[in-house]
């Protein structure tokens, strides 16, 4: 890859960083978040603003997607949170207290970065080489920057040969998005580092959201543990360096349901959550009921507090974005004939569903079991999490804790629903379940570092490890 063109590669994950910084201005509950927390943060809203307003512009304004629709929208974010940042000013930021970083917190960050570098490496000097995202996202990316519509007729017309092609456009948007953003060719893969991008995210929602339930030894040895795992980083079917889009939608998803969870969640908490799970929804199938699956736990939630009302309130604001989202996505699917896809919505039905779902226990549990501890995987992760969730049992008890398990067992539901439905599950859990996996993964590393603190907090030899 020339150097020009791995130039625009990073322009355009900053440009989505930039526009969701904007955004970020405009949210006073939001404004004083932590440098780390703030930007990946910033870099979701982003993606999700400027690729789901193209998506939304293109099918019902007709908007092409070129440079200068490109440009208003993510202008619009940026002139907004200026204003607002010279109306507020540094009012609205309360100060805090410069922390010693301890050698664990620096350790657990030159691991991340190390990690992210690699990433990033693999992405500006090759070509894109997975399956899925060479066969579904980047083809597609390319159809509709052809014709400069999310209607392109290739789409639309069932004479063609297009592989899922109801599959949601918002990463081959986004990728449209930074490929345009520096007129890059078509066979440039600049955009690969959009997808890299949501690793340093993935880390950062990681050790900045749980953080005022853990301490900072707790989340830094997570990060740590989550920066080593071979499977989102490195692997070609899912990970960084892939196109797939289950990485983004990880992060979309867990965000968004760490944000509705929070202790006091807010209107600005209620807006940022409802941008993220509206982008889940555009990413991937599964992206719908995942955004729904937040939505009805954070209203549990809510309804279990004093104050429901208010409790509700930011899961109503969310829930209106997510409706938003819907609507967009039928209405572009409706024009869309499906074909040379496994179509699993028009085979779910009752009677396909039992009694197979128990009957295929005995045949998949080992197959996923050997999918999860398989070290080029996972390395000895999920070996070793069982124990530490048993051993810092009581850390699962914490407020929210609950939701967390639920909102992990989201996706795993919405993976089993697939097998039993598919003609070849063997095949199928093969293929997918660690792409399920990685959805699942923000929820459930929260819930290991719930556990891991109350470990470290009782077991005083190992506490002396981690705090010499």
Same mark, same amino acid.
């Given at each position: ?5 791995? $130039? ?88 805090? !207290? ?133 499977? !989102? ?25 760490? $944000? ?135 850390? $699962? ?70 705090? !010499?």
């Amino acid at each position: 890859m020339a150097a020009a063109e791995k $130039l625009a590669g990073f322009v355009g994950v900053l440009f989505f960083a930039a526009a969701g910084i904007g955004w970020l201005e405009t949210l006073p509950g939001l404004r004083s978040l932590p440098l780390g927390r703030g930007l990946g943060l910033a870099y979701l809203l982003g993606v999700a603003w400027v690729a789901g307003s193209l998506y939304a512009l293109s099918h019902f304004g007709g908007v092409p997607l070129h440079r200068s629709a490109l440009s208003a929208v993510a202008a619009l974010p940026v002139v907004v949170g200026f204003v607002a940042r010279v109306v507020l000013g540094s009012a609205a930021r309360r100060p805090r !207290p410069r922390r010693r970083r301890r050698w664990l917190e620096a350790a657990a960050f030159v691991v991340a970065a190390a990690v992210c570098l690699g990433a990033v490496a693999e992405a500006v000097t090759n070509p894109l080489h997975d399956w899925d995202g060479r066969m579904t996202w980047a083809t597609q990316a390319r159809y509709v920057r052809a014709e400069a519509t999310v209607d392109a007729r290739v789409l639309a017309e069932p004479q063609w040969y297009v592989t899922h092609p109801q599959y949601p456009l918002l990463l081959p948007v986004a990728q449209v998005a930074a490929l345009e953003l520096t007129g890059a060719g078509d066979d440039v893969h600049a955009f690969r580092l959009l997808y890299v991008a949501f690793l340093p995210v993935f880390l950062l929602v990681l050790y900045g959201f749980p953080r005022r339930r853990v301490k900072r030894r707790t989340a830094a040895l997570t990060v740590m543990a989550a920066a080593l795992l071979p499977y !989102p980083a490195f692997f070609p079917t899912g990970g960084a360096v892939s196109a797939y889009s289950d990485l983004p939608l990880a992060c979309f998803y867990g965000a968004g349901l760490l $944000l509705l969870l929070r202790v006091r969640p807010g209107f600005s908490d209620g807006v940022a959550a409802g941008a993220l799970l509206a982008a889940a929804v555009l990413s991937k199938n599964e992206g719908t009921p995942l955004a729904l699956a937040a939505l009805a736990l954070a209203a549990l939630a809510g309804l279990r507090r004093p104050g429901r009302l208010r409790r509700l309130a930011p899961v109503g604001i969310a829930a209106l974005f997510v409706a938003l989202a819907i609507v967009l996505l039928v209405s572009w699917r409706a024009g869309i004939p499906n074909r040379y896809d496994e179509a699993y919505g028009s085979l779910f039905s009752l009677a396909a569903l039992w009694p197979a779902a128990v009957n295929r226990l005995p045949l998949l549990l080992p197959k996923i079991r050997y999918e999860m501890i398989a070290l080029d995987h996972w390395n000895l992760f999920w070996s070793v999490a069982p124990l530490v969730l048993l051993a810092g049992w009581r850390g $699962l008890g914490r407020r929210g804790a609950a939701y967390l398990a639920a909102g992990a067992l989201a996706p795993l539901a919405v993976a089993w629903i697939a097998y039993t439905l598919s003609l070849d599950a063997a095949q199928t859990v093969r293929m997918s379940w660690n792409r399920f996996l990685l959805q699942a993964s923000i929820p459930l590393l929260t819930l290991f570092s719930f556990a891991l603190d109350d470990l470290l907090r009782r077991v005083r030899w190992l506490r002396r490890k981690v705090e !010499p």
